[in-house]
């Protein structure tokens, strides 16, 4: 009986020196977290500093991408404004012509008239009526209605010169 009681003891004993060193070891443990040294802690800061630094890129690239899709789309803008420009210029001109003609033709008929009645009127007069005015130069198909209000479609160029860009800021992220 003597000798189970003694491996009691040392069971008690061996039970009480695991529960001081679990103690020693959480205290430990605790120290670590609160100073940021637990190996578990850095292990898992460093994940969520590699998914902060990824999803930083991706922001960038997006506002960078932004920027461009932005300058295109104001460079089509602009574009789409002076086509536009030009197109009613030209109709203003072609409407006054067309206005022109059709008094030049109301004067000749009038110098007929006045012929028939036994009148004439001076040949220099009559041969400045045979001038030309110009001819259209541009076709309604190129007018604001037939053509679409925006054609942001990329050319193979400029998605290379972003896939570039792109792949020039993922380095510049990751080497960070």
């Given amino acids: 009986m003597a000798t189970a009681s003694v491996e009691k003891a040392d069971t008690l004993k061996e039970t009480v020196d695991y529960v ?37 890129s991706v922001a960038e690239i997006q506002y960078q991408l932004s920027i461009q899709h932005a300058k295109h789309t104001m460079e089509y803008t602009k574009a789409q404004i002076e086509a536009d420009f030009l197109v009613a210029r030209d109709d203003i001109k072609d409407k006054l012509y067309n206005d022109l003609r059709r008094r030049r033709k109301e004067i000749r008929d009038l110098i007929d008239k006045l012929a028939q009645h036994g009148i004439t009127v001076e040949q220099e007069l009559v041969d400045k009526l045979d001038t030309r005015f110009p001819a259209r130069k541009r076709t309604r198909e ?23 860009y792109i792949q020039s800021l993922r380095q510049e992220n990751s080497s960070k």
Avoid: G
């Fill in 20 to 56: 001081t060193e679990a103690i020693k070891q959480l205290e430990m443990e605790q120290e670590q977290v609160a100073n940021d040294k637990h190996p578990e802690f850095q292990r898992l800061l460093a994940t969520l500093d590699a998914t902060r630094l990824r999803l930083l």
């Fill in 142 to 164: 190129n007018s604001r209605s037939q053509r679409p209000e925006f054609n942001l479609k990329l050319s193979e160029h400029e998605i290379r010169e972003d896939t570039v």
